[in-house]
């Protein structure tokens, strides 16, 4: 099984600031790699796919980048509704999320 | 616009089989390179993947726990039905069923259903 693993675990940042979320994986799993929102009490939303790629209606603030077994989510400039839980997930053998980072409010 | 939608008991005991339906609408179960998974997330905890039915009725579970699973799809009634059995209180969980598109990711989630395992 493909472990992911997060870090860090919580980033407290303030609004405007930049936050950059890490997800490595244990192989790689090439670009097979996608990153989700979750809000309390919502369901996860798709933000990234293929490692790099926006999802429909996703803020161009969201990006994603790494191939291989290295990631990294970006959010250049911190707004209200991004404080939350991001997960990772590949797709390359079978299906694993990392155990997520919560991005909370400083 | 697809939808999503869970449904099922809210609290089952230990021991017992529990059965799930993801009913959906926005797309069908027969086009080419679609298919429907199934995720929980226990209270506070992470993500989990657990299945997924393809639209040729190919099936894949989650590993640690296939020998408890069971996916299957009813296309002419847009839904896809999870049993899991040998129930534990360490199956409470939400459990979510999503799209899987073209594309490979699941896209959109249900809303989930909170399912709770205790006598």
């Known amino acids: 099984e493909i472990v992911l693993t997060q870090s860090p675990a919580t980033l407290s940042l303030s609004p405007g600031e930049r936050a950059a979320l890490s997800c490595r994986a244990s192989q790689s799993v090439s670009s097979y790699l996608a990153w989700y929102q979750q809000k309390p009490g919502q369901a996860p939303r798709l933000l990234i796919s293929?490692?790099?790629n926006r999802a429909t209606g996703i803020p161009a603030r969201f990006s994603g980048s790494g191939s291989g077994t290295d990631f990294t989510l970006t959010i250049s400039s911190l707004e209200p509704e991004d404080f939350a839980v991001y997960y990772c997930?590949?797709?390359?053998?079978?299906?694993?999320f990392g155990q997520g980072t919560k991005v909370e409010i400083k | 616009q697809i939808t999503l939608k869970e449904s099922g008991p809210t609290l089952v005991k230990p021991t017992q089989t529990l059965t799930l339906t993801c009913t959906f609408s926005?797309?069908?179960?027969?086009?080419?390179?679609?298919?429907v998974g199934w995720i929980r997330q226990p209270p506070g905890k992470a993500l989990e993947w657990l299945a997924l039915?393809?639209?040729?009725?190919?099936?894949r579970y989650s590993p640690s726990l296939k020998s408890r699973l069971t996916i299957t799809k009813d296309t002419s009634k847009n839904q896809v039905v999870l049993t899991v059995t040998s129930l534990d209180p360490v199956d409470t969980a939400t459990y979510y069923c999503?799209?899987?598109?073209?594309?490979?990711?699941?896209?959109?989630w249900g809303q989930g259903t909170l399912v709770t395992v205790s006598s």
């Open positions: 926005g797309f069908s179960l027969s086009t080419s390179g679609v298919g």
């Open positions: 997930q590949q797709r390359s053998i079978s299906w694993t």
């Open positions: 039915i393809y639209w040729n009725d190919d099936k």
């Open positions: 293929d490692a790099s």
């Open positions: 999503a799209h899987r598109g073209r594309g490979g990711w699941f896209d959109p």
